[in-house]
C-alpha cells in the first residue's frame, strides 16, 4: 500500500502520519502470488524514541480519563472492525497468506478482544480484603504502568495486536506499537482505526519496521512495560533484557511444540478430524499448531493409514477460494526452516509418509508459481526424547506420528518431553485419561476431543516452560499493564495493628 502521493505508507506517532527519521522503506508481499501489496517506511530507533517520547507525554490524561471514556474509542474500533470484516478478512488472507475463513476469523478474534477489553471498563475492578482490625477497610486497586510497547507477529495481523492493544489502552496505557514487517498493511489499517475513531494524540503510536525498531522499543527504558507475541529466540532476549531491569516488566508469548495424545480409547473420526485441524491449518504457521502426534499402538495403524491419507489429499491453493484449505507459507525464510527441519527429521531417522513439501507444479494454482508453496510432510519415528525434530519447532506443516504402548501416563511423559508448554490436546473415551492429562500435562491450553486451536478470545492464552512468561491477553494482560496497590484505611481515630503488633508508643517521660 502506498500513499496517495505514491510514496511510501507512513508511521504514525503523536497523532500524526509521518515519513519519520528514516529513508528507507520496505515492500509489503502476497505470499500466494509473490506480487507487492505496498510499500512502506522503515522505522528507525529515532523514530521509536519519538513514538515513546509522544506516548510519554500522553500518559498523564490518559489515565485521567475514565474507563468508560477511555473505552469509547474502542467501541468505535469495534463497530469498523465488524462492518468491514470481509473486507479486512481479504487483505489479511492477501497479505499472510492464510485461508479465506482464517482470514475473517482474524478480524473475528479482534472485535471480541476489543468487545471484552471496552465491555470490561463497565465491569467491577479490584477487590475488596478483609482486615484483622474491624475498623480498617482494606482494597486492592490498579493503576496503569505509563507506556506500553507492543511488538506483534504476522500470523494473526489484526487479532494479536488487539489482545496486545484493546486491555492496555483501556487500563489507562499509551502505546507504541511495532507490527511484524511482513503485514505492515494491516498495521497500517489498524492505525487508520485508531485515528478515525479520534484516539488523543500520542496515545496510540505506529512504528512499521523490523527488529532494530523492535529492540529500540525494548531498549527505551521510559517504556514501562513490553507486550510481546512470536519467537521463543527473540522473546527469550526480550524477557532477558527487561527482567534485568528495575521497575521494567514484560510479558511473552512464544510459540510450542504441541502435540495431540490420541489414546486407546480414542474415537478415531475425532482423531483424525482433530489432528489434520491441529496440524495443518494455518499451513502449521499458530503457535498452537501441532507438530507430533502421540499415538496408542492398539490404534497406530487405523490413525496413521486415515491420516496419511487426508495428508495426501488436503488442498493447497489459492487462500481466497473458499475450497482451499491449506494456503502457502508466510515468505521464503519459512520455506527454507521447514525444508531443514524435513532434512533433520530424515537424519534423525524418520520414515517419511507424505511428503508434499514441494509441490507438483500442476498443484500450483494458475498465476501463483511465485508463491510460497509447501505442502505437508508426514514422517512415524521411534520415540527419542533427545530428537531434535520432536523438541524445536518449525512452524509449518511438519508432523511426526509416535506410537506409544502403555497407559496415559507414558504418553503424558512423551508429551512433556520439549522444552515448550502451550497447546495440547487429547482424544480419548476413558474420563478418567482425559482428567489425568488435564492435570499432569505441563502445558497452558488444554482441550479433549477437540483440535489444540482455535481458543476464544475470553479465556486466557499462554503457556509454561519455554513457551511463555505470562499471557499478553484479556485478564492476564491487565495484570502485565497496571500495578496493584494493596489499599488500607482507618475508619476509626484510634490507630490499631493487626498481627498484635503494640501500637503504644512508649517514651521515657510518665
Ligand atoms: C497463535 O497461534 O499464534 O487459539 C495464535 C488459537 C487462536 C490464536 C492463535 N485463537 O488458535
Known amino acids: 500500500m502506498t500513499s496517495q502521493t505514491g510514496s511510501p505508507s507512513r508511521h504514525y506517532i503523536d497523532g500524526e502520519w509521518t515519513d519519520g527519521d528514516g529513508t528507507d522503506s520496505f515492500e509489503s508481499v502476497n505470499p500466494a502470488t509473490g506480487d507487492g501489496l505496498g510499500e512502506f517506511r522503515r522505522g528507525t530507533t529515532a523514530d521509536v524514541e519519538t513514538a515513546v517520547a509522544a506516548a510519554n507525554r500522553a500518559a498523564p490524561a490518559w489515565r485521567d480519563l475514565s474507563f468508560i471514556d477511555r473505552a469509547q474509542h474502542l467501541w468505535d474500533i469495534f463497530h469498523e472492525l465488524r462492518d468491514r ?6 487483505i489479511v488472507t492477501k497479505e499472510c497468506g492464510k485461508e479465506i475463513s482464517e482470514g475473517r476469523a482474524d478480524v473475528v478474534e479482534a472485535y471480541h478482544m476489543v468487545e471484552w477489553a471496552a465491555g470490561n471498563a463497565r465491569h467491577p475492578h479490584g477487590e475488596i480484603v478483609p482486615s484483622e482490625i474491624p475498623s480498617k477497610d482494606s482494597y486492592m486497586r ?20 488487539f489482545w496486545h492493544m484493546a486491555v492496555t489502552l483501556v487500563e489507562g496505557n499509551t502505546v507504541v506499537w511495532k507490527p511484524a514487517e511482513q503485514t505492515p498493511w494491516c498495521g497500517q489499517i489498524v492505525a487508520e482505526m485508531f485515528d478515525d475513531a479520534g484516539i488523543p494524540d500520542g496515545v496510540f503510536n505506529l512504528v512499521q519496521g523490523f527488529g532494530d525498531a523492535g529492540n529500540a522499543i525494548v531498549d527505551d527504558d521510559r517504556v514501562d512495560t513490553v507486550l510481546f507475541t512470536g519467537s521463543a529466540e527473540v522473546g527469550h532476549k526480550v524477557a532477558g533484557t527487561i527482567g534485568g531491569e528495575p521497575g521494567r516488566s514484560a510479558c511473552c508469548e512464544m510459540g510450542g511444540k504441541n502435540a495431540v495424545v490420541i489414546t486407546d480409547t480414542a474415537d478415531l473420526d475425532i482423531a483424525v478430524h482433530s489432528a489434520v485441524m491441529s496440524s495443518f491449518k494455518t499451513t502449521g504457521q499458530r503457535c498452537v499448531s501441532s507438530e507430533r502426534l502421540i499415538v496408542h499402538e492398539d490404534v497406530y495403524d487405523e490413525f496413521k493409514a486415515r491420516f496419511v491419507d487426508l495428508a495426501e489429499s488436503v488442498t493447497v491453493g489459492d487462500p481466497l477460494d473458499e475450497e482451499t484449505f491449506m494456503g502457502p507459507v508466510v515468505d521464503d525464510d519459512q520455506i527454507e526452516k521447514f525444508q531443514r527441519y524435513n532434512d533433520l527429521a530424515r537424519e534423525e531417522g524418520g520414515e517419511v509418509l ?6 507438483a507444479p500442476e498443484e500450483i494454482p494458475g498465476g501463483h508459481e511465485d508463491g510460497y508453496w509447501v505442502g505437508p510432510f508426514v514422517y512415524e519415528i521411534e520415540y527419542d526424547p533427545d530428537l531434535r525434530c520432536l523438541t524445536e519447532e518449525v512452524f509449518g506443516p511438519h508432523v511426526a506420528l509416535i506410537e506409544y504402548s502403555g497407559d496415559i501416563e507414558r504418553a503424558v511423559e512423551i508429551h512433556d518431553a520439549t522444552p515448550y508448554g502451550l497447546a495440547g490436546a487429547i482424544i480419548a473415551e476413558d474420563y478418567r485419561q482425559i482428567n489425568y492429562f488435564r492435570d499432569h500435562a505441563e502445558l497452558g491450553l488444554a482441550y479433549a476431543n477437540l483440535p489444540c486451536i482455535g481458543a476464544e478470545v475470553q479465556l486466557p492464552f499462554g503457556g509454561v516452560k519455554m513457551s511463555g512468561s505470562g499471557p499478553p491477553h484479556a485478564r492476564e494482560a491487565i495484570e502485565a499493564v497496571t500495578d496493584r496497590t494493596a489499599w488500607t484505611v482507618n475508619n476509626a481515630t484510634d490507630i490499631e495493628m493487626a498481627q498484635g503488633l503494640s501500637a503504644d508508643i512508649k517514651t521515657d517521660e510518665e
Open 85 to 90: 470484516t470481509d473486507e479486512l478478512g481479504e
Open 142 to 161: 490498579r493503576k496503569p504502568r505509563g507506556v506500553v510497547g507492543c511488538i506483534t507477529p504476522w500470523n494473526f495481523p489484526v487479532a494479536i495486536p
Open 354 to 359: 507424505v511428503d508434499r513439501a514441494e509441490l
